[in-house]
């Protein structure tokens, strides 16, 4: 069992839906991030969070540190959304290691 | 403001030919340095990364290796690729431990 795990892996939406990305984990973490994956290759970090709650313009991602989960958001979703997102955690312990969750793979069509 | 860059952008090589990756950074000082490979179907996996120069870490045991001569350049060679070194591999620097990381372009290599 992988210690990041995303769901769905797959996910097809119309334009204009809210969208729930979920990321669980399954070691002790000191921060989790959220990436966005182009078609092209290329990754953009969106968030870092170690508690609560994150928004960025129609972006919001919230962690349950307790439960060991976390969320990532769209609202008003849009065709330019799609791309892969990938969660990352930082294993607590000091380590600079980053573990990653395989992506879920985000379509929306107009 | 900070930029990274990575060459090749893709490259196509023949199994047991050498390897050189390069990344470098502009815009910051003694960042961390980061190597990842992203295999087809698979997340990513941290290869190598480095606090500083001459100081690298490697996470998992390959035919990789990476070297950091100077502040700001990260590289990764190979002296004979393998078929499962094919994959999408990425660079990224951060300003210290646990901070944000900030990642390359990426090169695409298939290895035949």
């Known amino acids: 069992k992988n210690e990041v795990e995303q769901s769905p892996q797959n996910l097809t939406a119309q334009e204009g839906e809210f969208i729930t990305i979920n990321c669980s984990y399954s070691?002790?973490?000191?921060?989790l991030h959220w990436l966005q994956q182009h078609p092209g290759g290329g990754i953009v970090s969106l968030f870092m969070?170690?508690?609560g709650k994150k928004k960025h313009g129609r972006l919001i991602a919230t962690i349950n540190i307790q439960e060991k989960h976390s969320s990532l958001h769209i609202t008003a979703s849009h065709p330019r959304d799609s791309a892969v997102y990938i969660c990352?955690?930082?294993?607590?312990?000091?380590?600079?290691?980053?573990?990653f969750g395989k992506g879920t793979k985000l379509t929306v069509n107009p | 403001s900070q930029t990274i860059h990575q060459w090749p952008a893709t490259l196509v090589q023949p199994v047991g030919s050498p390897l050189s990756l390069e990344c470098t950074v502009e815009?910051?000082?003694?960042?961390?340095l980061y190597w990842y490979r992203q295999a087809a179907g698979r997340g990513l996996q941290l290869l190598f990364y480095?606090?500083?120069?001459?100081?690298i870490s490697s996470e998992v045991p390959q035919n990789l290796s990476a070297s950091r001569p100077q502040d700001r350049q990260f590289i990764l060679s190979s002296k004979k690729l393998l078929l499962s070194d094919s994959g999408f591999y990425l660079c990224?620097?951060?300003?210290?431990?646990?901070?944000?990381?900030?990642f390359g372009p990426g090169t695409r290599l298939t290895v035949l």
């Open positions: 990224a620097w951060s300003v210290e431990a646990y901070n944000e990381q900030f």
């Open positions: 070691v002790g973490i000191s921060a």
């Open positions: 969070l170690s508690s």
């Open positions: 990352a955690v930082r294993v607590q312990g000091g380590s600079e290691k980053l573990v």
């Open positions: 815009g910051t000082s003694n960042p961390n």
């Open positions: 480095s606090v500083g120069i001459g100081q």
